[in-house]
């Protein structure tokens, strides 16, 4: 047993020893690979997830044939979509229509670079990384309005500018929400918004930000265009929207994205509410951080899951007005409210 310790410990020494001298580009290459392959297996199995708490509230099976209990009907799922032609409208800009879900695609991915899964598990330690992820998310709805303008139909154009609506009016409060998180951990460092939550569950801002939670949460369903407000892509309405004529690959990746998004705001409340890779109780710390960041990203996951399988659509009259009339004068309350706490506590 010792010469098998001895002989770990010094391959592990040869690995740091190679790690030092490899040059920056190749790691960052690697870096983005190591967090991108999971991330792509990630959204397979959030898809397999997200059908199999649906079919459990609604008392049906779920997938359950391709693979065991259904869990390679995704992957099925997939190749099927890239063995399937890619039609493209013959009045549509080509263009435009084969580059709108590229773009969302890329984005969905590339916001990834900032979120923290442990103590410096992270590709780009921006000390801006909030800014980083707001512009990111704020840039994703050009995918889908270009993609509804390019498709030259009028359901996808409809789809399209409901999405873009609907995106600007949640990620006003979203930014409010942000600022009172940031006047509290005094950072935009995402990796310091969780050391200032490191004091064990009782510190999390979930607890005494817990009504900016609920804002955040509810507006991360309306910003991923998840139930209840899936409005831009309603089947009933505008047959699924801004997607109406997309097929193969090009469909695949605006699924891609969607999921994307949703995990990544799953990570951000994580991060922002409760305590991202941090365990709830010390007894808890010899659990690895990472694991800890897995697993509340995979719980409020579930609690979207569920959120989609039990509550009916809103209208868009009742969705704007959620937006503008309630969310967006009581995040700005909130602004005010904790940044006078903050002063009062000694945390600026």
Known sequence: MDSVMLYLGTLWESWLAIWAVTPVLVKTVIYILVVALPLLLAVALSVYMD????AAMQMRRGPNVVGPFGILQSFADGIKLFLKETIVPANANKIIFIIAPMITFVLALVAWAVIPFGEGLVISNLNVGILYIFAISSLGVYGIIMS??????????LGGLRSAAQMV???VSIGF???????WAGSLNLSDIVAAQSGGIFSWYMLSHFPLFVIFFISALAETNRPPFDLPEAEAELVAGYQVEYSSMAFALFFLGEYANILLMCAMMAILFMGG???PFEFLDFIPGPLWMI???IFLFFIIAWVKASVPRYRYDQLMRLGWKVFLPISLVAVVVYSGLAIVLGKV
């Open 277 to 279: 890779w941090a365990a």
């Open 295 to 297: 697993f509340k990203i």
């Open 51 to 54: 059908r199999k708490v649906w």
């Open 177 to 183: 929400v942000l600022v009172a998180v940031l006047v």
């Open 148 to 157: 509804g303008w390019a498709s030259n139909s009028r359901y996808a154009f």
């Open 169 to 171: 009016s949640y990620e």
